[in-house]
């Protein structure tokens, strides 16, 4: 089994930074590419970005183009998401989430993921 514990979430003013950190422990040689999603209240869940197992492809979605930045450190199974410019829309659930050996990285097969942390960008 694969566990997925984030960090680095809190409450942030708008235009300010947060970083978010995901620590991937157990099975972790069952898992490939990393990415992030996020969840609104009310609304369903959706991608962010994603990184391969490499770390040589990433991609995000529009809205956080410029803004977010995904990396990850196979030899410590962690990855990382760099928000900038954070705007009150960022305001959601993020939650980590990693593919099996051979799931897909674009879209996103997520197989495994995190409990989720908050991040909450005032106005």
């Known amino acids: 089994q694969v566990q997925l514990v984030e960090s680095g979430g809190g409450l942030v003013q708008a235009g300010g930074s947060l970083s978010l950190s995901c620590a991937a422990s157990?099975?972790?040689?069952?898992?490939?590419?990393m990415g992030w999603f996020r969840q609104a209240p009310g609304k369903e869940r959706d991608f962010v970005a994603a990184?391969?197992?490499?770390?040589?492809?990433?991609y995000y979605v529009d809205s956080v183009k410029g803004r977010f930045t995904i990396s990850r450190d196979r030899t410590k199974n962690t990855v990382h998401l760099q928000m900038n410019s954070l705007k009150p829309e960022d305001t959601a659930v993020y939650y980590c989430?990693?593919?099996?050996?051979?799931?897909?990285?674009?879209?996103?097969?997520?197989?495994?993921w995190g409990q989720g942390t908050q991040v909450t960008v005032s106005s």
């Open positions: 157990g099975r972790t040689d069952s898992t490939y590419h």
């Open positions: 989430a990693a593919t099996g050996m051979f799931g897909g990285l674009k879209p996103f097969d997520a197989k495994y």
């Open positions: 990184i391969s197992w490499s770390g040589t492809t990433l």
